[in-house]
C-alpha cells in the first residue's frame, strides 16, 4: 500500500462514519439501557450481572476477532463484528427473558457504558495509522475521537428525547426504550453496509501480515518486539477500566434519576453536553501533547478529571451535580488520542492490530468485574455514592502507577512524540 499520509482517503471517511453511527447508537442506548432493564422486570443485581457478562462477552469475542484481523482480514472481522450488534440488539428488543438477554449480552456487542467495545476500535486504529503518519497520528485520533464524543452526545440527546416523546403520547415504559433498542439494531446493519465498501487499502500489508495457521488463540497475541510492553500497558489500563466501570454511563444515568428524579430527556441533554465537552477535551489533547509529550497528558489531564469526579455525589443538589459532572467531562477525554496514539508509537506495525486489540480487551476485562459490583451499590441509598469514590481513587491510582512505569521508556522511531 503506497498512501500518502497527508490525503484524506475514502477509507478514512470510512472509517470515521462508521465510528459516528456506533457511537450514537452507543449513547442512545447508554442513557436508557439501565431504566430498559428494570422496565423488563430484571433486579439491580441482575442489572449489573448482565452488564458485566456484557463486557465480558466482547471481551472473548474481541480477542478472537482482533488477533486474527491481520491475518484473515480487517475488513471482514470489522463486518462480524457488526453483524453481532445486529444479533444483540434484536434479541434485547424482543425478549424479557433474563436468560435471553444473558445470551444477547455474552455473544453480541453492546455498549453499557456510551463508550467503544468490541473489536471496532482495535481494527480501525490499525487501518488508520497504516494511512497517517507518526507526526499526524494524535491530531487524527483526536478527531477520531472528537466525532465519536459528538456522535455519543447526540446519540444520549436523541436516545433520552425519543423516550420521553414516546411516553407522553401514550406508549408504555417498556415500548418506548425498545424502540431505542431496535434503533440500536438498525445502526449495526447500516455498518454492515459501510464496512462492505472498505478497499484493500484498509487490510494490513502483505509484507506486515501475520501468516500461518490459527489456533482458536493464537499463544503470541500477534506480539514479538512489543510484548512485554504492551502487557504491561494491558495491565495497566484494566485497572483503569476496571474502575470507569463503577460509573459506566448507563448507572450515571440511573444515579440521576433514582437521586433526583431527573426524567430521560433531560438524562439525554445531561450527557448530550458532558459527552461534547468531552469531545473537545480529546481535540485539545493534540496541543497539550506537542509541548509535554503523550504520557504526561494522559497523566496530568486524568488526575483533576478525577477529582471533579469524586465530587458529583458530595453535591446537594441537581444543578451542581451537573455542573461537577459537566467539568469532568471537559478534561476527561485528553487522555484517549493520547493513549491510543502511545499504544501506536510504542509497537512496531507489524503489531499494531494486536497491539491495539490487546489494550482495548483489557480495558474491556476490567470495565467488565466492575459493574458486578456496583449495580447492588447503586440500588442502596447510603452506598450509592461509593462507587464514584472508588473509581476516583482507583484512576488516580492508575495514574501514577503509569507514570512511574513509563515515564523512562523511548518510543521506538518516535522520539518526538515521548
Known sequence: MATNPAVITSDIRLLFATRILRLF??????????????????????????????????????????????????????????GLMIFAGLLFAVTRSFWLLLLAATIGVISPSGNEVGPFLAIEQAALSEEISSERRTRVFAWYNLVGSFATALGALVGGGLVQAMQLHGYQELASYRAVVFGYAIVGAAMVVLFSCLTSAAEAPVSKRITGKASWLQASLGLKESRKNVFKLAGLFTIDAFAGGFVVQAFVAYWFHSRFGVAPATLGGIFFGANVLAGISALSATWIASKIGLLATMVVTHIPSNMLLLLVPLMPNL?????????????????????QAYTMALVTPTERSAAAGLTGIARTVGAALSPLIAGPLFASAAFAALPFFICGGLKIGYDLLIWQTFRKVALPNASHLQ
Open 319 to 339: 444543578p451542581l451535580a451537573i455542573m461537577m459532572l459537566l467539568l469532568r467531562f471537559s478534561i476527561s477525554q485528553m487522555d484517549v488520542p493520547t493513549r
Open 25 to 82: 447508537a452507543y449513547g442512545s442506548l447508554s442513557v436508557i439501557l439501565a431504566l430498559y432493564l428494570a422496565a423488563a422486570g430484571l433486579t439491580e443485581s441482575q442489572i449489573g450481572l448482565l452488564l458485566t457478562l456484557t463486557l465480558v462477552g466482547d471481551t472473548v469475542i474481541s480477542l478472537w476477532i482482533t488477533t486474527r484481523a491481520d491475518r484473515i482480514g480487517r475488513k471482514r472481522m470489522l463486518i462480524l463484528g457488526a
